[in-house]
């Protein structure tokens, strides 16, 4: 009774899983998960499937939309199971080294190499082993994005260039009494831009590459881009109970405080105008006010002061997806498609053709900046994976809370290293 | 007429065969009721059985398998460590740190919530104007879902814009610069005292209940030889109501062992890792980190805890209360 009662139970349960399975099992039949949740995005890429259909007759897209958190929860799911979408996205580094390595996602080198060759340097974050596994569509960098009004009224005409010009920038937010910095530390990773920061600024671009793949920290300037970070920590710039506040989650997260004019400047990615638009009544966060800088350069520093750091999403193809799959992405990735991603400001677009049509002002600057990096570096945590990633997010958070030291950071990132070779 | 005077001689053992089939049908019946009444536990148990295999036994022995792995969380589980992922786990100051604030926790619990909860159970027993009103306000907090409380609490204690900063600063209440929350050394006391106030609800509701045992002839007996209030609460109701008192003790114990929403929404286990628990560890370890080898072992040890503690409360404490009952 016992016994036929379980193999009922997991007999419906395999029934199930396999009507809910992602990748339909037929081999006209693309099943594509993204994140463009929202209008324009969501009825762009609807429409991006139906002209795909209408090109290739005899094909059929399942596109499948939803919210960001939801497509990494299911993604996540669907990497344990080996159940995955045929077209789906990856932010590269050691969590795509993972997925390789454990067979899970397409060599598209060959079948895609015109595509590979047009978007140029910017699949580095996706290639292992010199084979490229995933087409970014959508490219952003770090940077500061700050008040314009909040500046003025502070008497700051120029956005610093240099830390030492950023320190006055500080003292004079200050001294008109505006909160200067939000950061979310309490997801620590938006705190663990600042070290990467002060690290692309510290470190050469020899010695990050290598520290990259060797995973050797050992470097001098890794040490010295946690001492330029306490003497930041030292101007106290940050908005109060910093060390819990969330990156984006309502009007007390670092976002909100700077969408709702708390204070005056935040470091955040490409994607912060967005989400200061969801954070707003009006649903346009700072609007016209709305400027950005790069990160200031590092004065004794071995960084290059142009090179910055970034990342993005990639369309993947899956082991097991039809050939077709990889037409589609290399469909998303043509002209027309990502003229068309830039025009409704889903992203950064990374085929150089669709620059252009990129229309908000602070976003084009920042593609400006972007485009004469002479090196974008992935975020190390993407880079590193998960693992490693998140014990040296976690010890930069605790530099914030002036509970470890510059080297304690490397350390912590060594040891966490060791565990994974 | 023989026949008809032998038909009660050949009924009698007819009737003795009747008797007899009647008694083998009852056996029979009692054999077939025996057989019937273990189908029936079979049927209502199964369900029950299954579900809890599949949700809690197969989880159990999953985890256990995984702490043996090098594991991130996708492909074939190979890369078996033995018993490094504990080696690590029991190594890492984080771990350790957590399981000691869940005991912070647990004894916190017991040392504020039993007398304060006591207090006011033996208050609200009396017969006081707005009983009611009162016994529902201090109930209200545990019906709240603890997300929900989480959320509101988190508002109310922000930095600057939160109300209660301003409530206490406006009389004169000195508040941290970092707030409440932010600062390392008072954020384990914040999340207790949130803590306290979403879960004294549940104290009180069952000390209430069990004052309501509590016959009313002791305490006229107890008056009558001249006993004060006080004497009959401290001599009569409080050892009436012991076993409830220790059941609670367990439950609360439990409870702050598996301790996780609150702290998750309140400060996520920061500030600098101040007020982590073995769940929250469990979680970045795992789900965050895909170091679920890591997660695997940290949930082993969490459930050796869990159930060391159980056993050995209902050893050393609860038996008392069940071998009174028997």
Redesign the interface.
């Known amino acids: 009774m016992l016994c036929s009662s379980a193999v009922l139970l997991t007999a419906t349960a395999c029934g199930g899983g396999n009507d809910s399975s992602a990748s339909g099992g037929d081999e006209n039949t693309i099943t594509w998960w993204h994140n463009s949740n929202n209008e324009p995005g969501r009825g762009y890429y609807e429409q991006v499937a139906e002209d795909f259909e209408a090109e290739n007759p005899g094909v059929e897209v399942e596109v499948v939309a939803m919210a960001h958190e939801d497509m990494v929860d299911r993604l996540e799911a669907a990497f344990q199971s080996g159940d995955l979408p045929d077209v789906y996205m990856e932010r590269g580094g050691g969590e795509l080294a993972d997925h390789v390595e454990a067979g899970l996602v397409r060599d598209l080198s060959q079948e895609a190499d015109e595509t590979i060759e047009k978007l140029g340097g910017t699949v580095s974050g996706w290639q292992v082993d010199g084979q490229t596994y995933a087409l970014p569509f959508s490219l952003g960098v770090v940077g500061f994005w700050y008040n314009t009004e909040l500046f003025e009224q502070a008497g700051i005409t120029e956005p610093p260039a240099t830390m030492e010009e950023l320190y006055t920038v500080i003292d004079k937010l200050k001294a008109a009494g505006i909160t200067p910095l939000s950061v979310g530390a309490g997801d620590k990773w938006p705190a663990a831009h600042y070290w990467y920061y002060t690290a692309l600024r510290s470190c050469g671009q020899d010695v990050l590459e290598d520290a990259v793949t060797s995973l050797d920290f050992t470097d001098e300037c890794f040490v010295q881009a946690g001492e330029v970070l306490e003497e930041l920590l030292a101007t106290e710039p940050f908005n109060p109970g910093f060390l819990t506040t969330p990156a984006q989650g309502g009007a007390t997260s670092a976002s909100g405080l700077l969408a709702t004019e708390q204070v005056a400047m935040e470091l955040a990615g490409h994607w912060e105008p967005g989400v200061m638009q969801g954070l707003t009544e009006n649903g346009e966060g700072l609007g016209e006010n709305t400027g950005w800088f790069a990160f200031p350069e590092v004065e004794g520093g071995e960084g290059d002061p142009d090179a910055q750091l970034g990342g993005g999403d990639a369309w993947a193809v899956s082991t097991e997806a039809p050939d077709a799959s990889v037409d589609l992405v290399e469909y998303l990735l043509s002209d027309e498609v990502q003229q068309g991603f830039a025009e409704n400001d889903m992203g950064l677009p990374t085929n150089p053709a669709a620059t252009d049509a990129v229309s908000d002002p602070a976003l084009a600057q920042l593609l400006e900046v972007r485009d004469a990096a002479p090196y974008i570096q992935l975020y190390f945590d993407t880079a590193f994976g998960a693992s490693i990633g998140g014990a040296m997010n976690d010890a930069i958070a605790l530099v914030f809370a002036g509970q470890a030291t510059p080297e304690d950071v490397v350390d912590a990132t060594m040891q966490a290293a060791e565990l994974e070779k | 007429m023989t026949r008809v005077t032998a038909a009660p001689a050949a009924t009698d053992p007819g009737a003795a065969v009747t008797r007899g089939a009647d008694a083998r049908r009852v056996t029979g019946r009692r054999r077939g009721g025996k057989r019937r009444q273990r189908l029936e536990i ?2 209502f148990v ?2 029950a ?2 579900l809890m ?2 949700f809690v036994i197969y989880p159990v022995f999953s985890a256990a398998r995984m702490s043996f792995y090098r594991w ?4 074939p589980m190979v890369d078996f460590v033995g018993l490094e992922n504990y080696l ?1 786990v029991l190594a890492d100051d ?1 771990f350790t740190d957590a399981v000691m604030h869940n005991f912070v926790i647990v004894f916190a619990s017991i040392l504020v919530q039993l007398p304060l909860g006591l207090a006011l159970a033996l208050l609200l027993n009396r017969r006081i104007r707005g009983r009611g009103l009162l016994r529902t306000i201090i109930f209200v907090p545990y019906v709240l879902a603890e997300v929900i409380a989480g959320v509101v609490w988190f ?1 109310l204690l ?4 939160g109300v209660l900063e301003r409530m206490l600063s406006s009389v004169g209440i000195p508040v941290p ?3 409440f ?2 600062t ?1 050394d008072l ?1 384990l006391a914040t999340v207790f005292v949130v803590l306290t106030w979403k879960y004294l609800g549940l104290a009180v509701l069952l000390f209430l209940a069990g004052l309501q045992g509590v016959p009313d002839e002791l305490h006229e007996a107890a008056q009558l030889d001249g006993a004060s209030w006080w004497q009959v609460q401290r001599r009569i109701a409080i050892p009436l109501i012991a076993p409830t008192i220790r059941t609670w003790i367990f439950l609360s114990m439990i409870g702050s062992l598996q301790l996780f929403d609150m702290v998750w929404i ?3 286990g ?4 101040a007020t982590t628990t073995m769940a929250t560890y469990l979680i ?1 370890m795992g ?5 679920y080898g890591i997660a695997g072992a940290a949930s082993v040890v969490l459930f050796l805890i869990g159930f060391a503690m159980a056993v050995a409360y209902q050893f050393l404490v609860l038996r008392r209360d069940t071998r009174a009952d028997a």
Not at chain 2, 158 to 161: E, G, K, L, N, Y
Not at chain 2, 270 to 273: I, K, V
């Open positions: 079979l049927l199964t369900p059985l299954v295999a599949t991130k969380g996708f492909g690590r984080v508002q922000q930095p600057r814009t610069e970092q707030g929350l932010g390392p954020a309140l400060t996520g920061g500030p600098a890792n970045s789900t965050q980190r895909s170091n």
